[in-house]
């Protein structure tokens, strides 16, 4: 007994039936769209399919469903993207014995179908008068970028990055050790507590001389150690042998004349031609005392933490380690390393959040939610009690299927969602997110490209609000080198892209993707681009605005 499954972004082309002695009966069942949806007029369904877990729970209804009412094969083809009205969205052809038992198993499938498989209305596309089946609209663009194919109003990027900083808290400060604080985030304002240098020093290796003496000859008086007084005074002819950091503490002006540049005989020191540099660095060079040294906000760097300890200070005020906590769901997902199975795919997403969390210097643990609820909630719950988190992400089950829970989860763990539903976005649309606590939650979509975009779109600003930083994201703008031919599309859409310089200047490829479980795409992204919706599709020699994040490996 066969199942064949198809997915397909194509019209759907019915077949004809199988040529099988024993059939009794080839029922065929045509779900098309209607031009109603919740009593007003539309264009169109945008649907999304997550084909691994579509598949595989479409195999387990089949296999129960054919226990009770046997059939000799299954043809199940269904659209995904945008299916316009009048146009077929699924087709089920079943090959049985007899017509009983068919009609049973398709009306039982047809049932599940709705309940059970993560195949959903993405979005209902607004009715704009038009039914062109073709490819082109009246005004020849492509059928994505007709007025047909708007979709309903949704929560808009700008307006949902602002209600997560609203609504995510800035976490407490903490004192941190100097071996700590490189990559956190400073949390004070660092004052420079006296000129610096306090005192004038060498900056090499030689003899301190006045410079407000005209000779070439000298006498060699003595050799001043870095750990004593330094150089207090001097006479005219008087020279002092001084190593690079040696304090100058004279009234008059005093300059370093470099080994290499001088000639010693006993004590005679003699140097034809007196060099340019003074070699000195001079009291208050860097920074005045009061001056401020380091704002409060950036990730402190080694260079900061050098500054820091310059000052004498042995720690500094920054933000803690945030504590996140992030949950992978689906009975479908395997754990990389173990044995490969039909239907099962390898769990990404894990690894990504890990690795974008660790190139932001923060950890993570980790676990796996089965599509059972009660025991999902029992879990979170049980890690929350001994991990209060700042940051909660759980991967999948964000989008409107039967069989996803994570709102309903986050609700039952006291989170206020604010966001749910999704945002007018590709890849990623797909979004949940609430507050607790002093804490935030976020819904991500499942897969792999739109988990990327979403983290890198709505979790770094709450990350950067956590942690009391500025905005994390740059913005270049580039020429573009390449793109895929389709890029236009009613929805405001992010392109991996590989952001790289040429002749000096900076230029950017965009990778393609056909569907948002497209992992390929991600392998040599350095940055993304934002197409505007609705706009023209921009070609090689535009100029295009490459966003560039902290998670990225850095393209300059």
């Excluded at 270049?476 to 890029?487: E, K, Y």
């Amino acid at each position: 007994m066969s199942f064949s499954i198809t997915f397909t972004s194509s019209p759907i082309v019915v077949p004809e039936p199988p040529e099988d002695p024993g059939m009794g009966a080839w029922l065929e069942f045509r779900g098309m769209v209607r031009g109603l949806e919740s009593g007003r007029s539309i264009g169109g369904l945008r649907y999304e399919i997550y084909h691994a877990m579509a598949e595989r729970q479409l195999r387990r209804i089949h296999e129960e469903i054919a226990a009770q009412h046997p059939v000799r094969g299954v043809l199940f083809i269904h659209r995904e993207g945008l299916v316009r009205v009048g146009e077929t969205a699924v087709y089920v052809g079943v090959a049985s014995a007899h017509r009983g038992e068919g009609i049973r198993y398709l009306e039982t499938l047809m049932n599940r179908l709705k309940q059970d498989v993560p195949i959903w209305k993405a979005e209902v596309l607004a009715d704009c008068g038009s039914r062109a089946a073709d490819a082109s609209g009246s005004n020849g663009v492509s059928a994505r970028q007709s007025a047909c194919s708007n979709p309903q109003p949704a929560m808009q990027v700008s307006d949902a990055v602002r209600i997560i900083r609203e609504k995510t808290p800035l976490t407490e400060s903490v004192d941190t050790p100097l071996s700590r604080c490189a990559g956190r985030t400073l949390r004070e304002t660092v004052i420079a507590p006296h000129d610096l240098p306090r005192t004038a020093r060498a900056t090499m290796d030689g003899f301190a001389v006045r410079a407000d003496e005209d000779r070439h000859d000298w006498r060699v008086a003595r050799t001043a150690q870095t750990d004593d007084a330094g150089v207090t005074d001097l006479a005219p002819d008087e020279a002092v042998r001084v190593s690079t950091g040696t304090a100058l503490l004279c009234r008059h002006p005093v300059r370093v004349l470099p080994v290499e540049c001088v000639r010693r005989d006993g004590d005679t020191l003699s140097c034809g031609k007196i060099p340019e540099l003074r070699h000195v660095h001079s009291r208050g060079a860097d920074a005045r005392e009061g001056e401020t040294l380091i704002e409060p906000g950036p990730p402190l760097s080694p260079g900061g933490v050098a500054l820091l300890a310059s000052l004498g200070k042995a720690s500094a005020r920054t933000t803690r380690p945030l504590s996140i906590l992030h949950y992978t769901t689906g009975d479908e997902i395997l754990a990389p390393g173990e044995t490969a199975k039909a239907g099962f795919i390898f769990d990404s997403n894990g690894p990504l959040i890990a690795a974008l969390l660790g190139s932001l210097g923060e950890t993570v643990r980790q676990a796996h939610l089965r599509e059972n609820y009660d025991a999902a909630l029992a879990t979170v719950r049980a890690d929350i009690a001994k991990h209060t988190p700042d940051l909660l992400l759980v991967s999948g089950g964000a989008g409107p299927g039967a069989g996803d829970f994570t709102e309903k989860l986050l609700r039952d763990l006291g989170y206020d969602i604010a966001i749910r539903g999704g945002v007018n976005v590709r890849p990623g649309k797909p979004l949940i997110f609430g507050s607790c606590n002093g804490g935030v939650a976020f819904g991500l979509p499942g897969n792999p490209l739109s988990h990327w975009a979403a983290f890198h779109t709505f979790v770094i600003p709450a990350i950067a609000r956590l942690r009391g930083e500025s905005e994390l994201v740059r913005e270049i703008r580039a020429t573009l080198a390449g793109a895929p031919d389709d890029l236009a599309d009613a929805r405001p859409t992010n392109h991996p892209a590989l952001l790289f310089w040429e002749n000096g200047e900076p230029r950017v490829q965009l990778y393609p993707w056909s569907a948002s479980g497209n992992v390929r795409a991600l392998a040599g992204a350095n940055a993304m681009v934002r197409i505007a919706p609705d706009s023209p599709a921009p070609r090689p020699g535009d100029t295009v605005t490459a966003l560039v994040f902290p998670t990225f490996c850095n393209p300059l």
